[in-house]
Nanobody, 128 residues
Framework: QLQLVESGGGWVQPGSSLRLSCAPSGFTLDGHAVGWFRQAPGKVRVGVSCINSRNDSLYYLESVKGRFTITRDNAKSKVYLQMNDLKPEDTGLYYC?????????????????????WGQGTQVTVSS
């Protein structure tokens, strides 16, 4: 069974940092585009950051540019989202998702949610 497992969420104060991890189970991330999406209470799900299969295209939601960084560790077949200077508006359930046809631009995946495997999510709460 193909699964994605997210970890690294938690409750933090504004200005803090967290690193989310996305690990596949039953497959590897080779050739996959990977994205991080956020679902906040009462709001639509948004693409926060995506990376294509060649790692030559990255996308960031405007509100997280300069604070969040997406990276891929091919040896460990993991994708990370480093989140710095967290703000209350970053609060939400963060999902990792993949598409095995990963050759499009990162923005395509984040803007269309065209991803075929989704994780269960990890909660990030930023509050004082």
């Amino acid at each position: 069974q193909l699964q994605l497992v997210e970890s690294g969420g938690g409750w933090v104060q504004p200005g803090s940092s967290l690193r989310l991890s996305c690990a596949p189970s039953g497959f590897t991330l080779d050739g996959h585009a990977v994205g991080w999406f956020r679902q906040a209470p009462g709001k639509v799900r948004v693409g926060v950051s995506c990376i294509n299969s060649r790692n030559d295209s990255l996308y960031y939601l405007e509100s997280v540019k300069g604070r969040f960084t997406i990276t891929r560790d091919n040896a460990k077949s993991k994708v990370y989202l480093q989140m710095n200077d967290l703000k209350p508006e970053d609060t939400g359930l963060y999902y990792c998702a993949t598409n095995r046809r990963g050759f499009y631009s990162a923005g395509y995946y984040c803007n269309t949610s065209d991803l075929d495997t989704w994780g269960q999510g990890t909660q990030v709460t930023v509050s004082s």
